[in-house]
């Protein structure tokens, strides 16, 4: 993949998981009717958004951003599972737009993370 294009693609992973962040940590009524309607209520919500803070500073250093990727992956597929379990697509009228937004950053993310794929220590070798 062009180095350009997988700075894009970073850049933009980040942006999307700090942007949420204002929310979880704020504790928006949106942000709260979320994480107590799947059960993980305050200590869900901002452990996640700690999670996503440590992910997006992964994934914009080049070292790293495999395990950047592998954590955006695990965290956001959460999110579409309840998303698509529990939620439903649309969140108090969004017009869906959490639920694409996570799309967006699973999907870059899983391109980002095939493409660094030989830098995952122990088993990045054998790809």
């Known amino acids: 993949m062009n180095k350009y294009i997988s700075l894009l693609f970073r850049i933009v992973v980040a942006v999307i998981l700090v942007q949420t962040l204002r929310f979880k940590f704020a504790a928006h009524p949106d942000s ?16 996640t ?14 070292r790293t951003v495999w395990l950047g990727s592998l954590m955006t992956v695990g965290i956001i597929g959460g999110a579409i599972l309840f998303h698509l379990t529990i939620l439903g697509i649309e969140i108090n009228g969004d017009g869906g737009t959490v639920f694409y937004l996570a799309l967006v950053s699973f999907i870059l993310s899983l391109i980002l993370l095939w493409n660094e794929r030989k830098k995952i220590p122990i088993i990045g070798k054998k790809f």
């Open 32 to 47: 709260i009717y979320i994480f107590e309607k799947v059960g993980l209520g305050a200590p869900g919500r901002i452990g």
């Open 49 to 62: 958004g700690i999670a996503e803070l440590i992910a997006a500073i992964l994934i914009l250093i080049p």
